[in-house]
Nanobody, 122 residues
Framework: QVQLVESGGGSVQAGGSLRLSCAASGRTFSSLNMGWFRQAPGKEREIVAAISKKGVSKYYSDSVKGRFTISRDNARNTLYLQLNSLKSEDTAVYYC???????????????WGQGTQVTVSF
């Protein structure tokens, strides 16, 4: 079983930055593909970014490309999401997720964290 715990959320003004972290345990971190999702009030959960086991392959949704950066530190069992140039539409609960599929499948995940709130104000 994989446990995921997000941190780093908060309130920030538009144009500001935040760095989210996701601490993983219960499985060798480097055996997991990882992703960040978000869910805004009244909207469906959507993928934001994903990263392969060794960090070689990355995926970004069009809405965050060029503003958010996903990274991982396998020695620290931690996933990161750097959020820059934040907009009000980035307001959501952000979740990290993991899968142990052999390839880099960023569409489906088996393990989820509890989420951390990001609120962007004008």
């Amino acid at each position: 079983q994989v446990q995921l715990v997000e941190s780093g959320g908060g309130s920030v003004q538009a144009g500001g930055s935040l760095r989210l972290s996701c601490a993983a345990s219960g499985r060798t971190f480097s055996s997991l593909n990882m992703g960040w999702f978000r869910q805004a009030p009244g909207k469906e959960r959507e993928i934001v970014a994903a990263i392969s086991k060794k960090g070689v392959s990355k995926y970004y949704s069009d809405s965050v490309k060029g503003r958010f950066t996903i990274s991982r530190d396998n020695a620290r069992n931690t996933l990161y999401l750097q959020l820059n140039s934040l907009k009000s539409e980035d307001t959501a609960v952000y979740y990290c997720a993991a899968n142990d599929y052999s390839g880099f499948d960023y569409s489906e995940y088996d393990y989820w964290g509890q989420g951390t709130q990001v609120t962007v104000s004008f």
